[in-house]
């Protein structure tokens, strides 16, 4: 007795997209709404409002879904679309919605920009699942096919869930997650939908050229995706890359002779930015004369650091809340890589470094920006300014950047 239908495959890639599609637009989602974490209760409750919805028109005899449901293996393939498409709109809600770029999303429109956003993936998630139970219910009793499709997709969702971990690991763009489901639902419609004596040596070849496309595809998409974001809150003529960390998104340009680091709307480095760096020193030189060795926490350390080093020989450690942005930024701009070069960058989170440093600094500079998620909040606590006040010297300083209206 077969435990398994021949079709779960098909259910199998369901589910990987899913959950692998739910992981790309939560983080994209979030980045959009400058991560408040309001969202992240009202994003999850609008993509399973959406699912219902989903489910119940594809229990409904008198829609398309028979004919979906004869066509299972090629009907998958209508998650492609649907999510280009959702990728779009979340990305253009902030714009669509009239909120700044930087601005706090306001929570009525957060929960529109959730509902809307949400729409398509979700709602082809519970429609793709009544149907297969209809499509594996011919051959099968219908709470067995249930059962199976449900422990189908769980497994594929598990494999979607691993990768979507993954693949940003490794500082892959969400198109590129996005493009491993694409090429699973692909080959799996191929594999399953084409005619049975001609399937093994056609499906290969079309599998072949088809995932060729969707690379090509994606490397377009990708780019015009970091244009378009630095667009929001620049001019285009002014862009000229982008680069990835397991924690961000960044796009970076020249503006007037400045190299502008921007994370979504929002700027992180200016480099150089001498009329700032130099009021910072002297506020902090008018605070202790003698300094030499400095520990800046934060971002926006850079023109600092080399505003610093042309005045006097000091020695600067740099620490990003974001461990791997330093390094990512020195590959990206060059500009950046010659400041970098001349200060130490750990490359480690901000706690662990102060927890495990026998060194001792003249002056530690926090410039961690607005405290307002839950991320940032790490650092506003009393087991971090210890660990802090550890890494001081007896008499030595620390300056905590807050942001402020002009009043």
């Known amino acids: 007795m077969n435990l398994l239908p021949r079709s779960w495959p098909i259910f199998f890639a369901l589910g990987f997209f899913s959950l692998l599609a739910q992981a790309v637009f939560f983080r994209h989602f979030l980045a959009c709404i400058a991560m408040n974490e309001l969202a992240i209760g009202i994003f999850f409750a609008s993509w399973l409002a959406w699912v219902g ?53 306001p929570l009525a429109e957060m929960v529109l920009a959730a509902v809307c956003g949400n729409a398509l993936v979700s709602f082809f998630t519970g429609f793709f699942f009544a149907i297969s139970c209809r499509h ?112 961000g998104r960044y796009t970076w340009g020249v503006r007037e002779g400045q190299h502008i680091v921007l994370c979504g709307s929002s700027e992180v480095d200016a480099i150089p930015d001498v009329e700032n760096a130099s009021r910072a020193i002297a506020l902090h030189l008018a605070q202790k004369p003698d300094i030499r060795r400095i520990l800046i926490i934060g971002a926006g350390a850079l023109s600092l650091a080399s505003r ?60 961690l920006g607005e405290i307002d998620t839950l991320s940032a909040s790490r650092f506003a606590s009393v087991e971090f300014l210890r660990l802090a006040k550890r890494a001081l010297h007896p008499d030595g300083v620390l300056s905590w950047r807050i942001p402020g209206s002009e009043n």
């Open 136 to 247: 594996l219910g011919a051959d099968a009793a219908a709470r067995t096919a249930v059962n199976t499709v449900y422990a189908c997709e769980a497994v594929g969702g598990f494999a979607g869930g691993c990768l979507a971990t993954l693949l940003p690991a490794l500082n892959a763009a969400d198109e590129t997650c996005l493009f491993a489901g694409f090429a699973l639902l692909a080959v799996t419609a191929m594999a399953y939908g084409l005619p049975e004596k001609r399937r093994r040596l056609t499906s290969a070849i079309l599998s072949l050229a088809v995932l060729t496309l969707l690379a090509a595809c994606c490397r377009l998409w990708q780019h015009e995706n970091d244009a378009a974001m630095w667009r929001r809150a620049l001019p285009a003529d002014q862009f000229r890359g982008a680069f990835r960390t397991p924690h």
């Open 308 to 367: 610093w080093r042309e005045i006097d020989e000091v020695q600067i450690t740099w620490l990003h809340p974001d461990p791997a942005y330093p390094a990512a930024l020195s590959r990206a701009a060059i500009a950046a890589g010659q400041v970098l070069a001349q200060i130490a960058c750990p490359n480690m989170e901000p706690r662990k470094f102060l927890a495990a440093t026998r060194e001792r600094f003249d002056l530690i500079i926090l410039h």
């Open 53 to 105: 919805v989903g489910a119940l028109v594809g229990k409904y005899k008198g829609s398309v879904a028979p004919w979906l449901t004869e066509h299972l293996p090629w009907a998958v393939l209508l998650y492609a679309p649907a999510a280009v498409a959702q990728f779009i709109i979340i990305g253009k809600m902030r714009t669509w919605l009239g909120v700044p770029a930087g601005a706090v999303f």
